[in-house]
Nanobody, 125 residues
Framework: EVQLVESGGGLVQAGGSLRLSCAAS????????IGWFRQAPGKEREGVSC????????YYADSVKGRFTISSDNAKNTVYLQMNSLNPEDTAVYYC??????????????????WGQGTQVTVSS
């Protein structure tokens, strides 16, 4: 059974930090990229960051570049998203997802076949 389980969300003040975790199981982890997406109330889901498990290649959306860091602990089949300098615009439900990693990192939602249940991140001003 494929599972992606997010944790680490919560309430934080503006300027604070959180670290999200995504624990994966049930599929060949090294063959995949793990992406983080977020959806704020009334807005479409957007890609935040992704990492190729086998080579550590990363991608960041412009809105989080320099503030968020994605990393992978392959021994634990877990991907982390370190989020620093959070602001209220980062408030959203954050989802991790897994998509096959081919010639390039998957950037679009449709390229991801497995999804977690999401974790709420709320940044107060």
């Amino acid at each position: 059974e494929v599972q992606l389980v997010e944790s680490g969300g919560g309430l934080v003040q503006a300027g604070g930090s959180l670290r999200l975790s995504c624990a994966a199981s049930g599929f060949p982890f090294p063959d995949y990229a793990i992406g983080w997406f977020r959806q704020a109330p009334g807005k479409e889901r957007e890609g935040v960051s992704c990492i190729g498990v086998i080579d550590g290649s990363t991608y960041y959306a412009d809105s989080v570049k320099g503030r968020f860091t994605i990393s992978s602990d392959n021994a634990k089949n877990t991907v982390y998203l370190q989020m620093n300098s959070l602001n209220p615009e980062d408030t959203a439900v954050y989802y991790c997802a897994a998509g096959l990693y081919g010639d390039q990192l998957p950037f679009n939602e449709y390229e991801y076949e497995y999804w977690g249940q999401g974790t709420q991140v709320t940044v107060s001003s």
